[in-house]
């Protein structure tokens, strides 16, 4: 009866996941480790070998249940480890709690536990990603038994049973290490403070501590896999395994930097904004949101706080009966009537009461400073991670997103605190009768409110933006095409989508960011990319697209496959340095023509300008296509989400194909004066160009509008757009003889052209300032005062 709130944490996170989890493939990494688990390679370093295994059984299980896809069989299993680690935590709250406050408060105790768990699981971080197929609800579950075990080797008076709880604790350990390595962090200072108890203050034999280790690299034991799946040589996998030093490599994530999110980056000083008390100052502010500034105080309560019982009163106890005790009168001569007996037998039990509560004040369970070795831990892991590893920059809405992953383990025990921290406070106000209807009622309307209050935000029921985003590439490329993938948004969902759902399995997918390193040379030596030919790897090649080793390395794969895929080479936009776009789409040599979501890559004749408006009709078609895709992501979705990415290349591929059309549209206009006859060209551009660019400009309307370019970019080159094809469509007006209907068709009216630039331009005068762009905003300015006013 004590436990059952906890009992009831797991059916009701695993319902509330479920009813909220994704319909397919999440973004970020979680198309590339499906399609890793798919077809049994190998993850990004560190690999990710228990995750790959794992996700591998579950989705041959999704690819037989009807209506089910792999994707959606993994989303199922992380909101099943979800709610795993909801009640664990749950469990090893009530053990800790009660460790602190006595046995005799089972009741509260119990409650405790529960809401602790709760509050875990309904952070918006955590729900976020329990609801998708990631490493970290995995990781989540496997950090929770670690506590758990930990908690019990401390509170256990039984010598065999501590000894098991080392042993699966230290199993734990090496699985949460083989799945995501911030858990080192995490029992660098709960191993010694287990082993110490186990050892130490319980008197074990030391010859056990090998029996520990055994179990610990037992844990390891999923690191096998990469070893096994790396001798097969999967086209898009990572890493060469095969030997120890690529081993090492691969574990270490010496390709990324060793713990360290990204491979290089300033991680600051202890007393710059950007550094270990900055970084600090950042994560509280987000537990503040995750938790709420009411638990957030009573976790610091509970760091800091000691239990007091108030009044003797079996506060939270057996059902949280009160004793009633009726003392004898002074002066009484003692006797053995019945009344006597009943007054003998109250101070007894008032005896009993005021020696079990003042054992309770100090702490009445035995838990071998349990407090004391999960405070270290927190503050370890939070000084260590802040002050050393992390070095993402924080400004930048989707670095804060990757880095705001690894606060699950500190918001754990912040929980956990927060549980302690709730347990006191109640223990003071010993008047309301703290008995389990009450504080079951009290953790109902804090669970309604949570849910109440972020079921909306965090529901990612309607979230197939990754989905259509890949499909949608797809789509536009015919079989037996070649695609090179620069980002993860475009090579993770689309490697999914082919390997795991069998979608256009011609295609050749090559990555780019994989080219450049040496093992990757394996997979070209095996001859499972067909035709493609591989350029030399030069000594400078770099995966920034605005380097100009990685500007290089594209113009010699370019180069080296252009006569076997003439009219069917496609590269992502977002691997394109657009700086370098000359008119018409001409970069560095080569003819980019905006498709979709990608860019089709041909070689240009000698005159390939005059080739351009051939290409206007396909592109035109494939930004159809795109219409109505992807158009409902914010305010929901906001900057630094996956989902705010895909909508916001779909918006580029509007901005790219304008752009397009309006450089082209410009250079036909120089020469006008001697070929009058390039006016419907020149007029045709400018609609095409409006239409494009005015669309996008529409949905500033409703907010935050999605896009890779600032702005204020946006807004000049429509507004100059929006301008040029008004004065084109008024001098389309005066045109007479032949031909003078044909032009002004091609147009799109002065009426639509004069609203249009009439608000966009009032768009571009409203949101830039003139000290940023003063000749554009004196050109504009003025254009608006005499058009319009």
Not at 600 to 607: D, F, G, L, M, S
Request: hydrophobic share 40%; glycine share 10%.
């Amino acid at each position: 009866m004590y436990h059952l709130p906890i009992a009831i944490v797991f059916p009701f996170t695993l319902f509330i996941y479920l009813k909220s989890m994704f319909p397919t493939v999440p973004g970020g990494d979680a198309g590339e480790l499906l399609a890793e688990a798919c077809h049994l390679g190998t993850a990004h370093p560190p690999g990710y070998p228990l995750f790959t295994i794992l996700m591998h059984v579950v989705s041959e299980v999704g690819v037989n249940v009807d209506g089910w896809t792999p994707a959606a069989a993994a989303n199922a299993a992380c909101c099943l480890f979800g709610a795993t680690t909801a009640v664990v935590l749950s469990q090893t709250a009530y053990k800790f709690i009660s460790s602190e406050i006595g046995k005799d408060h089972d009741v509260l105790a119990s409650y405790s536990g529960a809401l602790c768990g709760v509050l875990f699981a309904l952070s918006p971080l955590t729900w976020e990603y329990s609801v998708g197929a990631e490493v970290f609800a995995l990781h989540n579950t496997l950090v929770a038994f670690i506590l758990y075990f930990t908690v019990s080797v401390a509170v256990d008076e039984c010598k065999k049973n501590r000894l098991v709880s080392g042993c699966l604790g230290a199993l734990f350990c090496g699985l949460a290490i083989s799945n995501q390595h911030t858990s080192i962090l995490f029992i660098a200072c709960l191993v010694p403070y287990v082993a110490h108890v186990i050892f130490v203050k319980g008197g074990e034999k030391q010859e056990l501590v090998g029996l520990l280790a055994y179990f610990f690299v037992l844990g390891l034991a999923p690191y096998m896999y990469l070893v096994w799946a790396s001798g097969r040589v999967m086209d898009g996998s990572w890493g060469d395994m095969t030997s120890f030093a690529g081993f090492k490599k691969h574990v270490l994530r010496e390709e990324y930097g060793t713990l360290k999110l990204a491979p290089s980056g300033k991680v600051g000083d202890l007393t710059a904004w950007d550094g270990m008390l900055g970084r600090t100052v950042v994560w509280l502010l987000d537990l503040r949101m995750q938790i709420g500034v009411v638990f957030l105080m009573l976790a610091v309560f509970g760091m800091v706080g000691r239990w007091s019982v108030g009044e003797v009163r079996a506060a939270g106890g057996r059902g949280g009966r009160v004793v009633k005790v009726k003392q004898s009168k002074k002066g009484k001569k003692k006797g053995k009537t019945p009344k006597e007996e009943e007054e003998k037998d109250n101070e007894a039990v008032l005896n009993e009461l005021t020696s079990a509560a003042t054992k309770t004040k100090k702490g009445s369970g035995n838990n071998n400073n349990l407090k004391a070795a999960l405070l270290s831990t927190l503050f370890f892991y939070v000084v260590v991670w802040n002050g050393v590893f992390s070095n993402l920059p924080l400004n930048v809405p989707m670095a804060y997103a990757v880095h705001s992953r690894f606060w699950f383990q500190p918001n754990m025990l912040m929980c956990m605190f927060a549980g302690l921290g709730f347990s006191n406070v109640l223990s003071k106000k010993p008047e309301i009768g703290l008995n389990g209807p009450k504080l079951g009622t009290i953790l109902a309307l804090v669970v309604a409110l949570f849910v109440g209050l972020r079921f909306k935000d965090a529901d990612r029921s309607d979230a197939d933006f990754n989905s259509v985003y890949g499909k949608a590439m797809l789509d536009s490329i015919d079989d037996g095409s070649l695609l090179l993938s620069h980002t993860d948004l475009d090579w993770n969902t689309v490697r999914y989508l082919r390997k795991c759902e069998g979608l256009k399995p011609n295609i050749v997918h090559v990555s780019a960011q994989l080219l450049p390193y040496p093992w990757f040379q394996r997979q070209i030596d095996s001859g499972m990319f067909g035709d493609v030919n591989f350029p030399e790897i030069l000594p400078d090649v770099s995966t920034n697209r605005f380097s100009e080793g990685n500007k290089q390395l594209l113009e010699r794969f370019f180069e080296a496959n252009h006569e076997k895929y003439p009219k069917n080479m496609y590269v992502d936009m977002q691997g394109i340095s657009d700086v370098d776009l000359q008119p018409g789409g001409i970069w560095r040599g080569w003819l980019l023509i905006p498709h979709g979501l990608v860019y089709r890559v041909e070689k240009p004749n000698a005159n390939a300008l005059n080739e351009v408006p051939s290409y206007f009709g396909e592109t035109e078609e494939e930004l159809k296509k795109l219409e109505k895709l992807l158009v409902n992501v914010t305010p929901k979705y906001s900057s630094g989400s996956w989902e705010f990415a895909c909508a916001s290349v779909r918006n580029d591929a509007f901005y790219q194909a304008g752009l397009n059309y309006l450089t082209y549209g410009l250079e036909v206009g120089k020469a006008l004066q001697k070929e009058p006859k390039l006016f419907s060209l020149y007029l045709d551009c400018l609609r095409r160009s409006t239409e494009s660019l005015a669309g996008l400009v529409e949905g500033l309307e409703g907010g935050q509008l999605p896009l890779s370019y600032p702005m204020a970019d946006l807004l000049k080159n429509v507004a100059l757009s929006s301008v040029k094809n008004y004065q084109a469509n008024v001098a389309a007006k005066k045109i007479e003889g032949d031909g003078a209907g044909e032009v002004r068709s091609t147009g799109t009216g002065e009426e639509w052209a004069r609203k249009t630039a009439k608000g966009v331009v009032k768009a571009y005068l409203d949101l830039t300032k003139e000290e940023k762009d003063p000749g554009s905003y004196g050109f504009f300015k003025g254009f608006y005062e005499q058009e319009f006013k």
